[in-house]
């Protein structure tokens, strides 16, 4: 199911007229009380809808795509459902396991398949293969704390920044069957569920580590400037309560780069250099660790 703003959702299946099953997607627009079936498979051979996906920027312009016939084939309506289109979805490989739009640009939409991750920039007109880094790729997530695609794969949980470039591998693979589906909350952890029916937490800035349970507000902290565009920035915290306080450097996929300082602070406002002259222009975090909370902030560089 996918929630489309308001009282509006979405969901996708199959429907069985007289043992033929038919793909259908389903809207409902008061909050899941009553739905309206949109039947786009409609002939008389096997049919069903595998994902449904609507655009941020535009939430009368749905994509949907399933399987008909032998065939994988993509719809989409630019009036809420009032009227579909066939797309012809040139160069898309695989079983479509779930779709995503781009926050911002609606003809830009990812596909997760068996043959990995597909991006179109033309509104499914034509497709790519983003990278051949993993295979099966099963859910999409759109992260803002991440700032971009959350792939969950057969090799554990990949990033796309920004949507554009070579997705990087999120942190250490846990070391069990295939990662199924994945979100991030306000906490800043990221949850992943996998095929052996497990569920594994991630805090951001690590990949590695599950966060503390805080008992204690967690330090307000900031990065100036951000973007940084000279060697050097201020990191700026303040800490509810004394203790000793870690604070480490690290790039997007969870790789600790540096230990910026390890000592007993005071609760307070302080300040610490960071030293970014050896680091490549991306997208990084900096945690503080202290007794009771952990918190991460993230900065870019850009030369």
């Not at 996918?2 to 627009?29: L, R």
């Not at 079936?37 to 994902?51: D, F, N």
């Not at 990949?158 to 589906?181: A, R």
């Not at 680091?279 to 909370?293: D, V």
Request: proline fraction near 4%.
């Amino acid at each position: 199911m996918v929630y489309a703003g308001g009282d509006t959702f979405w969901s996708c299946g199959y429907k069985n007229v007289s043992g033929t099953y038919k793909g259908v997607v389903s809207q409902s627009t008061d909050g899941g009380e009553n739905w309206i079936r949109h039947e786009l498979y409609s002939s008389t051979v096997y049919g069903y809808i595998r994902t449904v996906a609507v655009a941020p920027s535009d939430s009368d312009r749905v994509f949907a795509m399933g399987y008909a016939g032998g065939i994988y084939t993509l719809y989409k309506t630019e009036n809420g459902g009032t009227s579909w289109s066939e797309v012809s979805a040139s160069g898309l490989s695989g079983t479509p396991y779930d779709m995503m739009i781009h926050p911002a640009d609606p003809d830009r939409i990812a596909i997760a398949s068996s043959s990995g991750l597909y991006s179109s920039d033309n509104g499914g007109l034509n497709w790519s293969k983003v990278t051949s880094s993993f295979s099966t790729s099963k859910n999409l997530y759109q992260s803002e704390a991440l700032g971009g695609l959350v792939i969950s794969t057969t090799s554990g949980i990949w990033v796309w920044d920004n949507w554009s470039g070579t997705p990087f591998h999120w942190g250490e693979n846990p070391g069990v069957p295939g990662i199924n589906c994945a979100l991030d909350t306000a906490e800043d952890v990221l949850f992943a569920g996998t095929s052996g029916a497990a569920v594994w937490t991630s805090w951001f800035g690590t990949g590695t580590e599950e966060a503390n349970s805080a008992t204690v507000p967690a330090p307000d902290m900031s990065i100036s400037p951000n973007p940084v565009t000279s060697g050097s920035a201020v990191l700026y915290f303040n800490l509810p309560l004394a203790g000793q306080t870690t604070v480490t450097l690290f790039d997007l996929s969870g790789r600790a780069l540096q230990e910026v300082s390890s000592e007993i602070m005071t609760a307070g406002v302080h300040e610490l250099q960071l030293n970014t002259s050896d680091l490549a222009p991306g997208i990084y975090f900096t945690r503080i660790q202290s007794e009771g909370f952990s918190m991460s902030a993230r900065f870019a560089v850009s030369r």
